[in-house]
């Protein structure tokens, strides 16, 4: 079930030179004004490199004193990037903590960034290394006018129709990058007897895009939006907690609300582990011991902790030794939501490496992932760092479990 951090709209209106909205220089004098400085110490990034302007508190306030004639936001382009967009500062906030967001008052940092982000793209300023993430944003968009079957090859010999009641949504990285993800989501809910559809033309969903123009992700959502009414959707299952979060927290902010559910694919095996529809007796891998890594737009953005947890309880043959999803609020991959791998990668690799060193000093062998991003980062991050514990996706243990692999 996802939860929704904050029902506030945000500010329409852009940042020019130190030329802010009123509303968000309220926000930002709320968070100067705080003591606690609760969100630094969750942060995976200042954790790092102990720089609080790179900290939730850091933007709020460098804002509000742009807002207060001491400088223009040009000044920020190089902190603003030093964000993962993972949403701990948010959680972590007083606001959501012991408010609630009944008021509509919860610190949103993550709307915040990728507005200043966007407003420097738009006012010419950049941030450096933003040509970079353009450019990537525009491959990315080239798929969406590319072949329709590019889009579906990683489906190739499984005979999924375009149409049906579930769909499964395969976004662009997973099918072209971690072809294994979908494929392994699929044959397990083929095996469990579930009737799917996938999209011929899925629009475009990346954290880069959101980051640099809104409108065009605006535009993309609407587009997926469509076509899965076109194919006939009453839900929808996700494979990547990224647009399990622009489904259930950004398009909503920006369309009418979406007329079919969705639900995270850990959330719908889960509920078929336990109505025995998943049968395990085919198959079984080596005998392992694991720990989870909650990936932060599941976790601390969306609220999905317990389903995976369960699934690898119910795997047989394995050892599990848990970590609180609270005490995962400061860890996180480093990649990021969006472009920080690219923008700050000796950073992105030191965060990834304290995540891996953490699972080996409790003595897990593998750590299992339910995030393609974070399987394609954990898997570099291992590579490079010789930590002995092996990234495994959760789908990848299941359908070993179930002899599909």
Partial sequence: MSQQLSSKPFYAERIEGNKIPLPLVRDCYSVFACRHKFCREVCPVYTEDRDESHTSYGYHTALLGISQGMGELGEVRETITNCLECGACETRCPNTLFAGDFYGTSTTTVNLVRKVRRDLVTSGAGFAGYEEILAQVDRYLAYFEGPVEDLTKWADGLDLPFTGETIL???????FETTDVPRNAAKILKAAGVEFGILALPGATLGELLDVNLEKFVEMGKHNVEVLQKAGAKRVVMINPHDYTYFTREYPQYMDELPFEIV?????LDELVKSG?????????????????????????CGVADSPRELIKALPGVTFLDVSPVT????????GSASFKVLHPDKAYKIGTTRLEAAADIGADQLVLACPHCKDQFTDVQAR????????????LIATAMGLD
């Fill in 169 to 175: 949504f395969v976004d662009y990285f997973n099918a």
């Fill in 264 to 268: 995270y694919i850990t959330d719908l």
């Fill in 277 to 301: 529809q998943l049968d395990y007796s085919g198959g079984a891998g080596a005998p392992s011991t694991v720990s989870y890594h909650d990936p932060c737009t599941l976790n601390k953005i």
């Fill in 328 to 335: 995962q609020w400061s860890y996180c991959c480093g990649k």
């Fill in 385 to 396: 760092s010789g930590v002995p514990v092996e990234p495994v996706h959760i789908l990848s």
